[in-house]
Each structure stands twice: as C-alpha cells, then as structure tokens.
C-alpha cells in the first residue's frame, strides 16, 4: 500500500493535505491525535470514499474505482462497536466472508475456524446484543480474518477494553500478522500498544504525514539521558532538577520523577552523584532511550 501526496475535503474543511507513505509487511501503527483524519485514512484505503488528489493504491489498484477487487483481498473492523443485537456472531461472521466472495459452505467452515481462533468458538452462536464489549471487539476481529486476507485494518480494536482485555486484543494481532503471513494496519490514539506490537509507523497530524518508516529507524537504541524515580518529596525532586541543570545537564520533573537530558557518559554518574549530595533518596534510577512518545511529540512540535 502506497500513499503520495493525498489530500481529502469536506466543504471547507481539509482532512488531509499531504499524506504520503508506504506500508510494508507486518504490523504498521497508524498513528494520530483524535480528528487527525485517520479514520478518514482507512475509508479511503477500503474504498468508501474517493481521494480529492494524490495517489493511493492499495495491492497495486485504486481503492474507489476498484473497490470490490480490493476488498477480496481486505479485511476491514471499524472502530464503532454497532453490531446487530439480534444476530448470531457465527452468522455474522459468515455473511460477511460471503459479501468478501466465499461460497457458502467455505464461509460457514471459515466463520467457526475464525471465532474459535478469536476465543469465542463456545460462545459463536449467541446474539451479539448479549455480548461484551470485549468479546464484540473480537467477534470484529473473527469477520476481519475469516476470508483469509491479505491485510486487514483494525480501527481502534482495544477501545472499551480493560487493561487485562488489551493484552489479550494485541496477543491476537500478533498471532494473526506471524502465524498467518497478514499485514495489518493498526490504527490507535495509544503510543504504548504501537510500540509494543508494531514493526512501522505512520504518524499523521495537521493533515499530514509527519513520519514514517520502521520503528527501529525512528527510536534511538543509543542512551539520550536517566530517568530517576526518587524516594522523596515533589519539592525535592524540583530542587534536585534545579541543581542538575545548573551542572550543565537539562532537567525536567514530573511528580517525584525526573528526566535528565544528554548524551554524555557521564549523566548517569551524574545524576547518582547529585542525589547522594542532596541526601535524596533513589527508588530508580536507569538510561533513557528515545522512545515513540518522545518521536511523536516531537513531530507533533
């Protein structure tokens, strides 16, 4: 999938101005502040809505003037969680592998082989309206995979999820992309399940693509400072943040928490050393690496 320069308006309103990237195999991270026009994004990558100018081209076509081709090749789970209250989820899943272009009897096979896949084989033929959010956040994932695709897009697929639920969530799109050989396109507000399971990343913001490329190119492996965690007060670690920048080392504190910046050998020393002077207490104390937060802030400006 390939995106050179494409913008999209509503009226007045520009969505999109200037995105341009590529997205290789694996898992890529779609990143963006909420209203930065990633949802916008993936309507145009599956074909609901055409570009105003620039290129995209998903498997090599147009996603609007060749949306049905594309889309047997597509899996797709939007971010709402509407799903027929009355209807079966193995009925569900089955009908939509149909609309992707299964006969029936492969899509029926299909619809309990990805719900079982999912954690819901016992649970496929109970209505949807009876179901919790976690378990119709999976009943979407089921309808994504069943017709074996290529790629699929996953709108914000741990929203509503409690904590021990997103584990489970961002397990299963790992096991779907490394045991079946499928992209996926992984679109989130959450810079911390990105980084956790995602091979690229796309950030867009201002209508715009402010970065792209694999996560290990875009995060420093080399140290750029510490992070100590010190076992006092919040007034102790502004003074300890006050002394470490008159030594010539940037500093910052949140609560009981400081980040002292440089690439200098010797901030770790430092830091430590400071601490022993101020007689404060460390309860943590190691080397900070640039991280995806610190990228998207910084593209973010």
Known sequence: MTAHAV?????NFTVLSDATFAVEPGVTGLLGANGAGKTTLLGMMIGLHPIDSGTLEVFGCDPWSAGAEVRTRLGYAPEHHTLPPDVRAFDFVRHIAELHGLPRTEATTRSSDALWLVGLGEERFRPMGTMSTGQRQRVKLAQAIAHDPEMIILDEPTDGLDPVQRDTMLDLIQTVSASFGISVILSSHLLEEVERICDSVVIIGEGQTLASGRLDDLVSTDSIGVMIE???TELEAAQLT???TQQGFPSSHTGRRLIVEGVDD???DVARDACIAAD??????????LSLEDVFLDRLG
């Open 266 to 268: 010797r901030v770790f």
């Open 7 to 11: 913008t999209k308006q509503y009226g």
């Open 242 to 244: 006050e002394l470490l």
């Open 230 to 232: 010190i076992d006092g």
């Open 280 to 289: 404060i207490g460390i309860a943590r104390l190691h080397r900070r690496k």
